[in-house]
């Protein structure tokens, strides 16, 4: 049995068909790459996992139950935490208290009071390398650090799947490095991973398999490097002429 | 920082006087030969100061702590009123017992316009309750079982005395349920909300829940201003119960205060009430008394955003560069 099935799922968005029947596996431990030119469907389908939109067909299940059409936060307490491309960080804490939010309502089982939640932040913020900052307001961090604080503040909620999205965007390559580094470690902690990316370093340096969107459909499914040598994806990026001359 | 002491020091007489200084009107004081400290108009004065503190504070919960600013309380400050109202003149029974309906009939509303208007977020949200406030007011103005047009009067009950206690009593425990609620789960799930509601709902805050649940206890302790306020002036009608003015004010003075802390609406409550009451006796010179009390709160929203509480707070000074700095970390 898997930990995540998506199974047909569409969304559309007016006329435009966001998603058009996706369907993929997620194993317990798997390290799962979504890639996909810009407008595929990447974050939709982030967004219908995490339960910030409501899939119009198909199904999402998480080991026995379906999750489709929950409220976010009962989705977030079944164990599924997840990030956000453009960072939504709570401008007004710090990055300690920023980190204690996620320990404080995202636990599935025990509640925490505020005093446990911040000590969590704490063992938290050391494992993305913010353990340093963690009495800076957030307005002050940089971007890179703007990005390990979504996912600390996911990871504090002790997720056993963690969806990242473009977590490395806008980094340079020593930043990458270090956010590899982190992904690496937050995957040997036993946290299974789907992680939404463009740096192509990262598909190949960390993931197991990768799916690959485009117009909303799944084009090709399977180990990073084979995906991308495959003709289609190369066509879906950089256009068909390309991949002819390319296979010239 | 011996700034900061000096205004906790000040305060704190402040609040002793306050609080001691009525029972100086009682008879056994009188006899014992004490100084009156107090008259009719300054039991009217406190008791109104009482009152917005009540009202700036409950606004505060769902405007400043969980970032939904409603324009319709004033809403929750009449169905108190008028549970009063209903409770002891209608009814017959005693005005202890609406003291506890009030707040229940205005928390039960406000679950019932709560639910679907919290969806709304920003200008939508305050337009859709500024509707419902002015709504409810015309709604009960049309009643006939409560006075319609007339109003509705309930039996005097002559104590300056205990009227003051009773609005300083909620008073308090508007500002003790802030300081509460900011120390809980509960508050930190409401300023999540405030800072970034979609990032609070995925990690795992029940936004619905506590938007509704911060909306009912603002407008609960609304409520039990409105009643006392009901038996306090012994006449209610659609003008003093659902006043627009006092809707504005308890904004107002939250805003000016300092929203999201615990003794920011309390500053705004008295520093403007204070200033109302002064202004208000001016005669011709009123007018120009208003439109220096408008000038005075467009100086500070644009100046000091973050409330007097927060100017005067030890963390700034008098200065040019805090003026700045709060422009330029408030403007979009």
């Not at chain 1, 199974?7 to 006329?15: M, N, P, Q």
């Not at chain 1, 999402?60 to 009962?74: K, M």
């Not at chain 2, 029940?206 to 409105?226: D, P, R, S």
Request: charged share 15%; aromatic share 8%.
């Amino acid at each position: 049995m898997s930990l995540l099935a998506v199974r047909e799922v569409s969304k559309r968005f007016g006329g435009v068909k966001a998603l058009a029947g996706v369907s993929f596996e997620v194993e317990q431990g798997d390290v799962m790459g979504v890639i996909g030119p810009n407008g595929a469907g990447k974050t939709t389908l982030l967004n219908c996992i995490s339960g910030l939109y409501r899939p119009d067909t198909g199904d999402i299940r998480w080991e026995t139950t379906s999750i489709r059409g929950l409220a976010p936060y009962r989705i977030a307490r079944l164990g599924i935490g997840r990030t956000f491309q453009i960072v939504r960080p709570f401008p007004s804490m710090t990055v300690r208290e920023n980190t204690a939010m996620g320990a404080l309502f995202g636990r599935p089982g025990a509640r925490l009071q505020p005093g446990a939640a911040l000590s969590e932040a704490d063992t938290v913020l050391d494992v993305v390398g913010l353990g340093e900052k963690r009495y800076y307001p957030v307005l002050r961090l940089t971007v890179p650090d703007r990005k390990r604080l979504e996912v600390a503040r996911a990871l504090a909620m002790r997720p056993r799947l963690l969806l990242l999205d473009e977590v490395m965007a806008g980094l340079n390559q020593v930043e990458i490095e270090q956010a590899l580094e982190m992904v690496r470690r937050v995957r040997d902690s036993g946290v299974t991973i789907v992680l939404i990316e463009h740096v192509m370093k990262v598909i190949v340096g960390v993931c197991k398999r990768a799916l690959v969107l485009n117009f909303g459909r799944t084009l090709v499914e399977g180990p990073p490097a084979e995906v991308l040598k495959d003709r289609r994806v190369i066509e879906a990026y950089l256009g068909q002429r390309y991949a002819r001359d390319q296979e010239r | 920082m011996s700034v900061r002491r000096a205004a906790y020091a000040v305060a704190g007489l402040a609040l002793a006087f306050v609080v001691l200084a009525p029972l100086t009107s009682i008879d056994a004081a009188q006899q014992a030969g004490l100084p009156l400290l107090t008259d009719k108009l300054w039991f009217r004065i406190a008791t109104t100061v009482a009152m917005f503190v009540v009202m700036a504070s409950a606004w505060n919960i769902i405007g400043g702590l969980t970032g939904y600013a409603s324009f319709g309380n004033v809403a929750f400050f009449g169905l108190g009123a008028y549970t009063a109202g209903v409770v002891v003149t209608n009814l017959g029974l005693p005005f202890a017992l609406a003291l506890v309906l009030a707040p229940l009939v205005a928390a039960a509303f406000a679950v019932i316009v709560g639910i679907p208007l919290l969806r709304l977020r920003g200008h939508y949200f305050a337009v859709a309750t500024l509707g419902v406030g002015v709504a409810v007011g015309e709604v009960v103005n049309n009643i006939e079982p409560l006075g319609a047009a007339t109003g509705l009067f309930l039996p005097i009950v002559r104590s300056d005395l205990l009227f003051f206690y009773l609005m300083l009593g909620a008073a308090l425990l508007a500002v003790l349920t802030t300081w509460v609620i900011l120390r809980t789960r509960f508050g930190y799930g409401l300023l999540a909300i405030r800072e970034n509601e979609e990032a609070a709902a995925v990690i795992g805050v029940n936004t619905t829940f506590y938007k509704v649940a911060a909306f009912c206890i603002a407008a609960a302790l609304t409520g039990i201003a409105g009643a006392i306020f009901a038996q306090w002036n012994s006449f209610i009608n659609q003008d003093n119960a659902f006043a627009i003015s006092d809707n504005v004010q308890m904004i107002l003075m939250a805003v000016i205060g300092g929203t999201g802390t615990v003794l920011g609406p309390v500053a705004g409550a008295i520093s403007l009430e204070l200033i109302i009451q002064t202004l208000a006796g001016g005669g011709s010179g009123s007018v120009f008394s208003q439109i220096g009390l408008g000038v005075l709160l467009a100086v500070c929203v644009i100046f000091i955003p973050r409330g007097v509480i927060d100017f005067f707070g030890g963390r700034s000074k008098l200065s040019l560069r805090y003026f700045r700095q709060t422009l330029r970390e408030t403007s979009a």
